[in-house]
């Protein structure tokens, strides 16, 4: 009966050593494939700006891809904002207002589950007459 218990014990043993390394494993290549996700290309009328370049104008149906979220890094790559856009409909126009950012490079990125559309930009800032 002690030789039994040992076995069983053994077994339950490995088979947990087992479900933690799957776990970790998974947990690695789900970080993994989300760093990896390709950079897609747009064409020139998917992301432009108004003639004050306060506002970027994003065009979904523009794009090949349908795009879940929208994110506003810095230079740095620091995330400065983003919202997620997945149930918006596929002839939107989506407004981002730049107003409010000081002048600087930015990088918009439109996240799709099959890639990243990357657009940089050059803030110019408030004008001086506002």
């Known amino acids: 009966m002690q030789r039994f218990v040992f076995v ?12 933690s390394a799957q776990i970790t494993a998974k947990g690695v290549g789900t970080a993994s494939v989300s ?12 992301i432009y700006a108004d003639e004050e370049s306060q506002t970027y104008f994003i065009d979904f149906e523009q794009l090949a891809v349908n795009v879940n979220n929208i994110v506003v890094r810095d230079q740095a790559g620091s995330i400065l904002w983003q919202e997620e856009v997945y149930d918006l409909p596929v ?10 950012y000081r002048a600087g490079n930015y990088v918009i990125e439109l996240r799709a589950y099959t890639g990243i559309i990357r657009k940089r930009i050059d803030h110019k800032g408030a004008s001086a007459g506002f």
């Open 91 to 100: 002839n939107t126009i989506y407004e981002l207002d730049f107003s409010s």
């Open 35 to 46: 760093a990896e996700l390709p950079v897609l290309s747009s064409n020139e009328w998917s």
């Open 8 to 19: 069983v014990g053994l077994l339950l043993l490995a088979s947990l050593n087992t479900l």
